[in-house]
């Protein structure tokens, strides 16, 4: 029975991305399903948004072609704006059946302080989210 067909994989490009890609890859693989790996450039000005995006499509770039090298169909998916309401809007706009992300693993005060694009997400969502905490991390 496959599960999950289209897997949203909204990644920061940070070293935690490299823990859930390895997790997807697996559920991937069981299910034959899709994934797409989506990033938000968050920018205020143009001279950072050019900078921040060209490291976006490196980092993407790089994890796409693991999970090709894996045999699983996988696709870039390069947005701006506020990445909760982005990656919100890209899940109201398509079919996937699950969103898998990487946590950074901040307390509960530092949650509070900095804001979570995964917490504000199990709020919302109306499909299953997969948060997965890498290890070795405080």
Same mark, same amino acid.
């Given at each position: 029975? *496959? ?8 990644? $920061? ?11 997807? @890859? ?27 995006? @060209?490291?976006?499509? @490196? @980092? ?7 999970? *090709? *090298? *894996? +045999? ?10 506020? =990445? ?10 398509? $079919? ?8 950074? +693993?901040?307390?509960?005060?530092? $949650?509070?302080?900095? +804001? ?18 890498? =290890?070795?991390? =405080?």
């Amino acid at each position: 029975m *496959q599960l999950y067909k289209k897997i949203l994989v909204p990644i $920061d490009c940070s070293p935690v991305d490299a823990a859930i890609i390895e997790h997807v @890859a697996l559920l991937a693989l069981q299910n034959s399903a899709k994934v797409y790996l989506l990033h938000v450039v968050h920018s205020h000005t143009l001279d950072q948004d050019r900078t921040l995006r @060209a490291k976006a499509e @490196a @980092a993407l770039k790089i994890h796409c072609q693991t999970l *090709q *090298q *894996q +045999g699983i169909e996988a696709f870039i998916v390069l947005k701006s704006g506020e =990445p909760e309401e982005v990656i919100l809007k890209e899940i109201d706009g398509q $079919d996937y059946d699950l969103v898998a992300m990487a946590t950074h +693993g901040h307390t509960f005060l530092a $949650d509070l302080l900095f +804001g979570s694009v995964s917490r504000s997400l199990k709020h919302k969502l109306s499909i299953p989210l997969l948060l997965l905490r890498p =290890p070795n991390r =405080p």
